[in-house]
């Protein structure tokens, strides 16, 4: 056995370096009015009690078999039917059979992780890695591994970061035959293996995840990545934003939906699309432009990334060509993506809809406190809202719902975790939705990883599809 | 393309004409609709909106419906219908949810007449009554389908599918007031268009969505649907259960279907993705295609034939931006290409064999294998139907079996179950294999082990080892391949004859001298087993042609033969003479006396005096080369079994000389066969004791049972022997009341179980469960 360099496993120091504002903490020397994350627990940003509770009302049985659970399944687990469906695809996608071996399907788990420097999912597969015990060398780096992974790096960037880029020309290079070449339908799985970990890192910094070995500092930057001359204006949001969002909000579906009955004048086509590409144009300007000088050089998870500069840029600039807009009618999970990748890695297309079906249409018809609340107009926003960021539109969404339902804080949220999400701060996820459950904000974050998923793997199989034809 | 230079006419009544041609459009198609005089099609997609006329040279622009400066999600059509009675009216259905209908004979430009913005989603489908001129119904997304009166303003009635998404709605062509709508979920519901409240009826038709379904022009209770889940499927809806009467399995999702004008069991099919073609079905015949056109570069979106009474029309709009009309005659045929001869092995060595029956009617005379094989010819016939258009063609199918009694994969089975690959020393595992080689009759085999236990041994103790090994190899009448076949003795002289000048050659290279006679006989049997045995069996063969044995022969003796040959050359120790000598007629009672060394002291003699050459105590490492060769020889032969079993008795001694892909691949073959023969247990110690993590990860997987505990019969989630559910043990045993924990044996159909021997014994005596609910456990 080969010995792998350094202990990942353990970091001694005590100082973390912001990736975002890239100021040393100390933990204790953090300003008093921003509430400091929870570093044990399952998650930095939701109190330990809540998951507890909720676990100890309504335990998902089938979980208890495990001895101990990962923080987290102990998050997603606020939402039991979810967690089910979201467990078998992983397992499947992991370890039943498949074209890849296992211990790629790890390695390629690290690497969609590392895009993304979310050090909890490398650390849990590094150590299934270890687990499989071959190849060990290949935890030294992305360098020190198989030919054809790294051949992989290239998508792994581009559907990471900007899945609009990819051409069936990329297919096309991975899969020529030659040495080191794919299959299409280990290609298929590595791209929904991809798609699964980005999204996931998502749902992990989105969600506050803490590492199980418990630390004293956490992972999460109490910074405002906005930078401090906004706080001012973001503690005036504090203020300004109503006691009663929730009721607002419904006030506003409710106006919505009124509107749609009354459907007195429609909506020229034209003025639709203005309003799809407010919105695109609108997700540039939250967030905060662009971090192209981020250093990621002493990360502990940097070894796995190759051309660690390429990041997110906005789908839509201003005065740049844009590439042209994804219209999901023509290319929807439904009818093309799945019966694609169902045909090449069989049984996948199943459990992916799964997935995204209890996702979407997980609800328990109540908001913040109130019942019998039909949520299904809010949750459609949040998973067009995410494909809108990425250029995918759909013809039969009327896009200002988006902004007439989702705060600007929200939307910051919402771009942050979707398209960086190693930014998220405990801020951001405070700064939304102040009365409501941190299991609904859970919620949002499984809509948000699903929507991201999907969205990234339509551009994928698109290009798979356009190289097969 | 060539085939548009075609001239052809239109077969039936010469109504209308035309050949294979098409067009290029601007932009993908998404639906295409003919109008009913069939003079005229439109063509709808996100970006085109045209009508062509269909004129004998070519298709013709005659009308571009998209106008007008803005571009508008109304004109992105998602399916386009023209009227079957009313010609100048046509609807659409646009992806923003809109629901258009076109009235060609406005005077303006803007041909546009109504506007229904009812759907809150993509409207996947709209279909015109076919007898009512204003009767129009469209499904959306959205899961509702609204039925529109053209006179007025909104909808007349809305239908909800309870939330999921409507795929197709079809008017039933002699039903006047039903239609059938299709459904994301994979249900199909008749509905009557006077009761919006409720369905008639719904059953399940597919997994997955339903993405089109059609009616019968002729027969009005079949409905065809086609679904993601790659089957067309015919439904007969005049029983009270929805019946499944035919089903073809395509090989992709079902996009489009429909019924062939004036062919009762004929539909055309095009797929949604992947693949580009479009096929002609006899639903009768759901294994090939009758028909296919394959000229399409993207794929199809919308098919239509062209006239509700010509059969030879198709026309068909695609995601490559082209309108082809296809000629029948021109289509290609696959079951003229299809090959119907077939072979198969059987895992025992049967053979089966298909042909065409004309082609087997030839041999029949011929009794190509007599004796021992048994032929059983299978024809199957199909009563030859008229009306079907398809070529007959009727395979006979022939089995060949091995002869009883022959049993030829015998040996692999024992030979699996027997051999100990670990838990004991390496020489008693060498020992211990070559002896289970021995009893079954592969000499060879057994050889080579004993000599790898030589090779790889500790050389400080191998005498009693050998000597115990004498013993029991005097004791042992071992036969060889030639006794089996009752070889007569003429023709061992003949060969031993034969042999004697390349003896003379041989012995010129050994150098050893005392022993030279004692040599020279085994070399010369060895050279029998070797250089003849090829000649030997054409002999065989020609004398004893029904044999099946013989045959088996042919298999096992070059394989036996080879490597004993390059080992003699390099030390001259060959313990085959000893299985010889017992039947040779020319040894003395003394010979045989000495010809009983062990392999062991032959070779201690022989090192010796060679000991000028090699030093007397070889590294193990000296002769790893030759065991490589020697698996390599193995594996090619066949005998994946021999090399793999050596590779892991050898373990380390022999792993690291062996690429990885090899040892992977004969691993894999070996499991394969294993597998099988149902060999579980040999086959999963040989995955625990291999070395790859290719291998040894195979039964890392699907490694989890799911038990329901069985008083609750719910699922059980813990581990341990207690439900958490109703804090019962779940595992007790039936016979003895005691929780079971170990090996649990519990019946498939009453679910009661318990102790592997106690249910054992129970069912010994009683063939009712032992916990008395009145079930008859079997066990087997």
Known sequence: ?469 | MAVMEKMTRASSGGMISGRTMFCHLDAPANAISVCRDATQVVVAGRNIFKIFALEDEGFVERLNLRVGRKPSLNFSCADVMWHQMEENLLATAATNGAVVTWNLGRPCRNKQEQLFTEHKRTVNKVCFHPTEVHMLLSGSQDGYMKCFDLRKKESVSTFSGQSESVRDVQFSMKDYFTFAASFENGNVQLWDIRRPDRYERMFTAHTGPVFCCDWHPEDRGWLATGGRDKMVKVWDMTTNRAKEIFCVQTIASVARVKWRPERKWHLATCSMMVDHNIYVWDVRRPYIPFATFEEHKDVTTGIVWRHQHDPDFLLSGSKDSTLYQHMFKDASRPVDRANPEGLCFGLFGDLAFAAKESLMSGEVGRKPYAGGDRRYPIFFFKKPDVTEQFAQVSSALSVFETAPGGAPMDWFIKTARRYLLSGRPFAELCEHNAKVAKDLNRPQVSTTWTMLRIMFSDPANPSSSSNHNLSKLGNLPLMNSFSMKEMSSALTERNKENRQDNIHNLDSNLNTTEDNEETEGSEGQAEYLFGDAELDDDDLYSMEHENQAAEEAEFSLPQEAFPLRHEIVDHPSAPEPLTEKPESPHVSGSEAEATCLTPMESFSLISVSSSLLFPPHLPPAFFSPVVIAMLRYYAEQGDVQMAVSVLIVLGDRIRREIDELTQEHWYMSYIDLLQRFELWNVSNEVIKLSTCGAISCLNQASTTLHINCSNCKRPMNNRGWICDRCHQCASVCAVCHHVVKGVFVWCQGCSHGGHLTHIMDWLRNSTYCPAACGHQCEYT
């Open chain 1, 1 to 469: 056995m080969t010995a792998v360099t350094a202990d990942p496993f353990s970091s001694s120091d005590p100082y973390k370096i912001c990736a975002v504002c890239q100021k040393v903490t100390k933990n204790k020397e953090r300003g008093t009015r921003v509430p400091e994350p929870f570093c044990s627990g399952p998650s930095a940003f939701i109190p330990e009690e809540e998951i507890l509770e909720a676990w100890l009302e309504d335990p998902p049985a089938e979980l208890l078999l495990a001895d101990q659970l990962d923080h987290l399944t102990q998050v997603m687990g606020l939402h039991p039917h979810y967690l089910k469906a979201f467990l078998r695809c992983q397992f499947y996608l992991l370890k039943m059979d498949g074209p890849l071996p296992l211990h790629y399907r790890h390695y390629i788990a690290i690497m969609a992780a590392a895009r993304h420097q979310c050090w909890y999912l490398v650390r849990a597969h590094m150590r299934e890695f270890y687990r499989r015990a071959v190849c060990l060398d290949w935890l030294k780096g992305l360098q020190f591994s198989d030919q054809k992974l790294q051949k992989l790096n290239e998508i792994n960037k581009i559907l990471a970061h900007r899945p609009w880029l990819i051409t069936k020309e990329h297919i096309q290079a991975l899969v020529k035959t030659g040495e080191s070449s794919w299959s299409l339908a280990e290609l298929v799985h590595a791209v929904v293996l991809l798609a699964h970990f980005h999204a996931l890192a998502s749902f992990v910094f989105g969600s506050g995840i803490n590492p199980e070995t418990p630390s004293s500092i956490s992972l999460y930057c109490t910074c405002d990545p906005t930078g401090d001359e906004e706080e001012t204006e973001f503690h005036s949001f504090f203020s300004t934003s109503p006691e009663n969002e929730p009721e607002a909000l419904m006030e506003t579906m409710k106006r919505l939906q009124e509107e749609r009955e009354r459907e007195e004048e429609e909506a020229s086509e034209e003025e639709m699309f203005t309003r799809f590409e407010k919105e695109k144009k609108e997700s540039l300007l939250v967030g905060s432009g662009d971090f192209d000088k981020e250093v990621m050089s002493f990360s502990r998870v940097s070894r796995f990334v190759e051309d660690s500069d390429f990041g997110y840029k906005d789908f839509a600039r201003h005065g740049e060509d844009n590439p042209p807009t994804f219209r999901a009618q023509d290319y929807s999970w439904e009818d093309h993506g799945f019966s694609l990748v169902n045909r090449l890695y069989s049984d996948i297309g199943h459990l992916l809809e799964d997935r995204f079906q209890t996702a979407c249409d997980l609800t328990y018809y109540n908001m913040a406190s109130h019942e019998g609340v039909d949520t299904s107009m809010l949750r459609r926003a949040l998973f067009n809202y995410v494909h809108c960021m990425y250029g995918i539109r759909y013809d039969d969404y009327d896009y200002g719902e988006v902004n007439q339902l989702l705060e600007r804080s929200l939307k910051v949220y919402i771009k942050t975790v979707t398209c960086y999400p190693e930014r998220t701060t405990r801020r951001m996820y405070d700064s939304y939705w102040h009365q409501f459950r941190h299991s609904e904000k859970v919620h949002v974050n499984l809509l948000l990883m699903e929507a991201r998923m999907q969205a990234e793997l339509l551009y994928a199989l698109r290009a798979i599809t356009r190289y097969m034809t």
